[in-house]
Structures are given as C-alpha cells and as structure tokens.
C-alpha cells in the first residue's frame, strides 16, 4: 500500500526520497549516506563473480550476452553480522551506441562519495548498502542491462540469519524494449504539495 520514488541526482549527489502516500519528500546527502557505511566497509570485502555464459539474444539493436553472476558482502539484521548473497543472471549489452550515453552516470560511479542504494537500508545495514552500490559501480562499465534474475539472501550462522534465510527473494527485470527518446524534466520533480524535508 505504498508507493515511492528515488530520484538520483549525480551532479548535486543528492538522493530525494519521494513517500507519496506521506506527500513528503525527504532529501539525502549521498556523502552522509556513505560515512556510517564507509567505517564498515571496504571494496574488498565485496565478492563479485561475472562468468559468461555464451548465451545471447537480441533486444532490438542491442546484442545482450548473459552472465552468471555471484556477489557476496557483509550485512546487518537485527544487529546480527551476516553476509547478503546475490545469485543468479545479468544480460548486458556491450558497445551499443546508447551506451555512450551513460558515460557521465559510468563516470560519478568511479567518484568515492557514489552512492546508488536505498537510504533507509544505508542506516540499518551500511555495509550492504555500500555493497549494492559498489557492484553497480562495477557493472556500470560493462554494459547496458538487458535483464537480471538474481535470488537474495542471508548466510550466517545465528537466529536472525536462519530466519532470513526462510524469507530469501528474487529479483527479476527483463526490458523488452527501450527508447532514446528523451524524458519529460518534470519526472524529476517533487509533485507540488509535498513537504520537503533533510534528515
């Protein structure tokens, strides 16, 4: 019964968290999002794993070729120390001449302060949020995303982690066509009427 919009802003580094069933909008510092993770956090405590598979398909001009991909980082719940698993396949699509349009996206993904993650998970779990937004920095690069399918989950050896475990997740997005036609500037709004706040 909620709906929500994170708009991602990478020339102010800002992230605006839109609740619309609040009318609020609540604008975060990605710097700030990243101290508390970067305490917690490395880049080599995430585990990243991209294996073709030689499997192809054609998603108008764009040529995708399918990946398994494993990723592993350390995370929190409930204040229990566990690992947040990413299993699964990616489609991307490489050198197509759209991609050189995310070069500006592919360029602040290299800048220490990116953040590219969801705030309220940044407070309950830093590591894991730092985590998600290091593998899109590494992936960016790579290509154009065609698909993904990936199971999450947590590993550990306490209550909370085998709890989780019970409640793992899939995520799976599969475009079936895509536009270079570009979006109307008030997509980036905040709708008139909402309350703008700063954590």
């Not at 839109?18 to 508390?36: E, G, K, P, V």
């Amino acid at each position: 019964g909620k709906a929500y919009s994170h708009l991602y802003d990478l020339s102010t580094r800002e992230i605006t968290v839109i609740d619309h069933s609040q009318r609020q909008a609540t604008i975060f510092a990605m710097s700030d999002l990243n101290h508390d993770a970067d305490a917690r956090f490395s880049s080599k405590d995430l585990k990243l794993d991209l294996t073709p598979t030689g499997r192809r398909h054609q998603l108008q001009n764009w040529n995708c070729a399918e990946h398994k991909l494993f990723s592993s980082m350390p995370a929190e719940v409930a204040g229990e120390k566990v690992s947040f698993e990413m299993t699964g396949t990616i489609w991307l699509a490489k050198n197509a001449p759209e991609q050189n349009e995310t070069a500006a996206f592919v360029k602040a993904a290299q800048e220490p302060d990116f953040f590219m993650g969801i705030p309220a998970l940044a407070r309950k779990s830093p590591g894991q949020a730092k985590g998600m937004s290091e593998v899109v920095r590494r992936l960016a690069p790579l290509g154009l995303l065609c698909a993904v399918d990936v199971e999450t989950r947590y590993e550990g050896t306490g209550r909370m982690a085998e709890l989780s475990r019970k409640m793992s997740s899939r995520i799976s997005v599969t475009y079936e066509k895509y536009s270079a036609d570009p979006l109307k500037e008030d997509v980036f709004d905040i709708p008139k009427g909402y309350r703008v706040v700063k954590p």
